[in-house]
């Protein structure tokens, strides 16, 4: 099971659930109409007072999971010396926003979950559902923005995000719709995960196949690639009902993209293109060398040009440039940091990926996903950085393993 065995409500502790969805959505999705750095520092604040009163808990997280702890310090160690080299902060505020915001702040979400766990006598091995109704939140937020304009340029006006700024002068704006940081990548990406999660529940609670859709529909309206986890979830299932009810979903989102009034045009020949040019790398076709594909594996694959850099990097960041730009995670880092920072970033992601199977084994979805999210994600951009993507997928890793070993045996003690 992906959640918890019961979605019983008990109205004693509605509001107490209410709270862990709305603390769990601001974690995750950092609405950005405030400062992320006043977000960054009122959560030193809070882990700070956590820590003064709980020293032993943070003491045993840390122990547990110092091997991955050890390695993100180390990339930010490099990336502070790179940066001092080249006298500009490029990487390392990002490298350090995600050491905290992933490793360290989610102790303090663990402790809170995991201790509601215990007061409620349920099992830790599944997915919280206050997380799942965070999510869930999120999509309907994004469906909410879409189909009520007047909603969704009230949020423009007060949100500090320059993402709006790339459609203002489209006639049809195709994405980009939510109340979240990092709309255009791993937000998507994070509904595709959900709506497979939905897909996994909907084998025995056929309810859970609305939710599904509501999650494959915020997807499609902010980026293509959350369809891979949900492809991916559906495959794991095994399940016909699962391969049946994705394609009955997605011949209802064709109905309803091709109704008047629904998504625009814009938007059907986007998430279209999305599964043609998969189609056509892996069976020939129009669309084998289209712009997704081409840019990824070809036209932002950026080499050092001397040994020197290919080692020690340039301390530059090769995104957005005019000539010779990149978003490739691995590029991006390669070319920054070289090899000295490129080989702890593969060993840090190798370990995590033993370490997530080993302790949970091949049979559960989060080990797939996380290892497959880590690899992806830092493909198709920069995975180790504060974003929505990376602070659930580090916080559920840390809530997954936690739960498997000492801490449900021992939580009394902290």
């Known amino acids: 099971m992906a959640l918890r065995n019961s979605i019983s409500i008990d109205v004693r502790k509605v509001p107490a659930q209410v709270a862990l969805v709305l603390l769990a959505y601001t974690f995750i999705f950092q609405p950005p109409i405030v400062n992320k750095y006043f977000v960054i520092t009122f959560e030193l604040l809070v882990f700070l007072l956590f ?7 943070v003491g045993r997280v840390l122990a547990k999971f110092k091997v991955e702890i050890l390695l993100a310090v180390a990339l930010l160690a490099i990336a502070i ?21 992933s490793l360290i702040f989610p102790i303090f979400l663990v402790f ?25 939140l999120a999509a309907v937020s994004t469906l909410m923005l879409y189909a009520i304009p007047t909603l969704d340029a009230i949020y423009q006006s007060i949100a500090i995000d320059e993402v709006f700024e790339n459609y203002r002068n489209f006639s049809l704006r195709y994405r980009a719709y939510g109340i979240s940081e990092n709309l255009n990548f791993t937000y998507g990406y994070l509904m595709g995960v959900f709506g497979g999660v939905s897909f996994l529940e909907a084998r025995k609670r056929p309810i859970f196949f609305i939710p599904a859709i509501i999650f494959t529909v915020a997807l ?13 979830l559906i495959v794991y299932s095994r399940s016909v009902f699962g391969f049946v009810g994705f394609g ?59 040994y020197f850099s290919w080692f020690f990097g340039t ?43 080993r302790t949970l084994g091949y049979r559960h979805w989060f080990a ?47």
């Open 315 to 357: 301390g530059q960041s090769l995104y957005g440039l005019e000539v010779g730009s990149s978003d490739i995670g691995y590029i991006l880092q390669l070319n920054y940091g070289g090899m000295m920072l490129l080989m702890p970033i593969s060993i840090l992601t190798l370990f995590l990926i033993i370490r997530v199977f």
């Open 51 to 57: 820590f003064a009163m709980r020293r032993q808990f």
């Open 220 to 232: 499609a309206l902010n980026s293509r690639i959350g369809f891979l986890p949900l492809i991916i």
């Open 112 to 136: 809170t979950f995991f201790k509601g766990e215990v007061w409620s006598n349920k099992k830790v091995q599944d997915l919280p559902k206050e997380i799942y109704f965070a999510m869930l």
């Open 248 to 306: 009955i979903l997605i011949g209802l989102l064709y109905l309803v993209v091709s109704a008047n009034g629904g998504i625009n045009e814009m938007s059907v020949e986007w998430v279209s293109s999305f599964f043609l040019e998969f189609r056509d790398i892996f069976f020939g076709g129009a669309n084998a060398s289209s712009a997704t594909l081409e840019t990824i594996f070809n036209d932002f694959v950026i080499f050092p040009v001397d």
């Open 368 to 414: 797939w996903i996380f290892s497959f999210s880590v690899v992806f994600l830092n493909t198709k951009g920069f995975f180790f950085a504060a974003t929505p993507g990376s602070r659930l997928l580090f916080f559920l890793y840390l809530y997954f393993l936690s739960s498997k070993k000492f801490m449900h045996r021992n939580a009394s003690r902290f």
């Open 81 to 101: 010396s790179r940066d001092l080299l080249s006298a500009q902060v490029v990487y390392s505020d990002r490298f350090a926003a995600w050491l905290f915001q």
